[in-house]
């Protein structure tokens, strides 16, 4: 299991190649760099590892450990798409059928709706920047990719792995080739409380927004390691929440994340 990454070794490789491009290039090379994908293609190596390490045979793992395709395009109800970590069922073979419903009616799933409902389907996303401004669109797109999955197939497991920074880089500092933060952001409180409320579907029957298990990775980064928040407790001795909020990171939190999902699927599907 050489290749396993946990991760807090993802998420340092992260703030590595981000700070590494910002020294060399300043804004323009860290913006690159987010658009390569070379530092979120190590949260998915983290995803998979940790599924891995929790009986997962790799065979079952799409893309492959260390790869980052092919992925698998899913069906849903209003599209067609890539997923970014997958965990194929076991015993189950793709059998291609033709839609019959939704805006793909008449196109092909290369799949069939019986191996998409008990394939883990797990996203993951970043966000660096602009935080506050961008939220509402960020989490609009959240929500619609578990509709689109669940409406169609309500019985799959998703998953959600969704990162932000407690502190932002200073994009100014960046002109200049140096990292620096911005003190706080502001909008921590509000990110937790959104996730909480689309977090943990257990019945299947209902909330089709939701995904079955979210995890909210809070980092800091001008820490070195990078810090990676879990618990209220933490958030509250640093500032970032306040001591009375009704924000909790307990459901939220990386450490249980994987068996959350396989508790789910096992279930559900009785395996």
């Given at each position: 299991?050489?290749?396993?990454?946990?991760?807090?070794?993802?998420?340092d490789?992260?703030?590595k190649?981000?700070?590494?491009?910002?020294?060399?290039?300043g804004?323009?090379?860290?913006?690159a760099?987010?658009?390569?994908?070379?530092?979120?293609?190590?949260?998915?190596?983290?995803?998979?590892?940790?599924?891995?390490?929790?009986?997962?045979?790799?065979?079952?793992?799409?893309?492959?450990?260390?790869?980052?395709?092919?992925?698998?395009?899913?069906?849903?109800?209003?599209?067609?798409?890539?997923?970014?970590?997958?965990?194929?069922?076991?015993?189950?073979?793709?059998e291609?059928?033709?839609?019959?419903?939704?805006?793909?009616r008449?196109?092909?799933?290369?799949?069939?709706?019986?191996?998409?409902?008990?394939?883990?389907?797990?996203?993951?996303?970043?966000?660096?920047?602009?935080?506050?401004?961008?939220?509402?669109?960020?989490?609009?797109?959240?929500?619609?990719e578990?509709?689109?999955?669940?409406?169609?197939?309500?019985?799959?497991?998703?998953?959600?792995v969704?990162?932000?920074?407690?502190?932002?880089?200073?994009?100014?500092?960046?002109?200049?080739?140096?990292?620096?933060?911005?003190?706080?952001?502001?909008?921590?409180?509000?990110?937790?409380?959104?996730?909480?409320?689309?977090?943990?579907?257990?019945?299947?029957?209902?909330?089709?927004?939701?995904?079955?298990?979210?995890?909210?990775?809070?980092?800091?980064?001008?820490?070195?390691?990078?810090?990676?928040?879990?618990?209220?407790l933490?958030?509250?001795?640093?500032?970032?929440?306040?001591?009375?909020?009704?924000?909790?990171?307990?459901?939220?939190?990386?450490?249980?994340?994987?068996?959350?999902?396989?508790?789910?699927?096992?279930?559900r599907?009785?395996?």
């Open positions: 299991m050489a290749n396993l990454i946990t991760i807090q070794q993802a998420v490789n992260f703030k190649l981000i700070e590494t491009s910002i020294i060399e290039g804004i323009k090379a860290k913006e760099m987010i658009r390569s994908s070379r530092p979120i293609n190590n949260i998915h190596e983290a995803v998979k590892s940790d599924f891995i390490r929790s009986g997962i045979a790799e065979h079952r793992i799409h893309p492959p450990l260390g790869e980052s395709k092919p992925e698998l395009k899913l069906a849903g109800f209003i599209k067609q798409k890539n997923q970014d970590v997958c965990v194929s069922p076991e015993g189950y073979i793709p291609s059928e033709m839609m019959t419903e939704g805006i793909l008449e196109a092909t799933d290369y799949y069939g709706k019986d191996y998409t409902e008990r394939t883990i389907s797990v996203n993951i996303r970043s966000q660096m920047s602009s935080l506050a401004k961008n939220f509402d669109t960020l989490y609009e797109r959240t929500i619609a578990a509709q689109n999955l669940h409406v169609r197939c309500p019985k799959m497991v998703l998953g959600e969704y990162m932000i920074p407690v502190k932002e880089y200073d994009a100014a500092a960046m002109i200049n080739n140096e990292i620096k933060f911005i003190d706080r952001i502001g909008a921590v409180e509000k990110y937790i409380k959104s996730f909480q409320a689309i977090n943990g579907r257990l019945d299947f029957t209902r909330e089709d927004y939701k995904y079955e298990r979210v995890c909210l990775l809070l980092i800091d980064f001008e820490k070195t390691p990078a810090k990676i928040y879990s618990s209220n933490d958030l509250i001795n640093d500032g970032l929440i306040d001591k009375n909020t009704d924000a909790n990171m307990s459901e939220l939190s990386w450490e249980t994340f994987t068996k959350n999902i396989l508790d789910t699927y096992s279930t599907f009785g395996v």
